[in-house]
């Protein structure tokens, strides 16, 4: 991804509209007894799209201002979604995605990891939190619901910052080449004019 200062608004704008779409909406749904979380989606996005440090950075801002609105333990959700916006860059750098379906499977999957660190973060600082089975099934709803997110959100996130991605850039250009090039061959080359030879008759 290249960034530049007006990628870096886009940016900015699409974690600021997620995080208030979070507090002002999907925190008041209940789907399958669980609440959807639309943050480590954006955060898995933008690590798609961008690349392990814009992955890390935006996991990072994401996640303090989610701790500083909802004044939880600052550093439990920036910890995490740094690390899932990390993991899903590097994988971006590593592998060609060329299926449509596997962002939504990495953002699921990711998203899973994400509410697993975050509870055993929580366990580990001694924050008081029920302990049973029913964690690891709203664990997996949590990543089921990122999967059916990303179906609409992915697609939205990729057309916002489309111009700052390197693959539809270059891909751009290679099919404004074909048709420059097939211009410039329709053009008519000068021709060639032969000196005639006149035959001279003679007359007996």
Known sequence: MIVTWRIGVRIALVMVV??????????????????????????VTLGLLGGAMVGAICGFA?????????????GVSSLVLLAV??????????TEISNTLMPPLLIG???MAASAGFSAIQLMLGVETQVSLLILREIFVQGLLAFLLAIPFYPLIRRALRPAIV????????????IRS??????????RRTPRIRR???IS
């Open 18 to 43: 997620a995080v208030l779409l979070q507090l002002s909406f999907f925190s008041y749904l209940t789907l399958f007894g669980t609440t959807p979380n639309i943050i480590p989606l954006v955060a």
């Open 62 to 74: 994401l996640g303090f201002v989610l701790d500083s609105t909802l004044l939880a333990t600052l």
């Open 85 to 94: 916006g990390y993991l899903a860059g590097r994988y971006r750098e590593g």
């Open 109 to 111: 999957v990711l998203t």
């Open 167 to 178: 693959d539809d850039v270059v891909a751009g250009r290679r099919m404004r080449t074909p």
């Open 182 to 191: 097939a211009a410039k061959g329709r053009r008519r080359r000068p021709r």
């Open 200 to 202: 001279a008759s003679g």
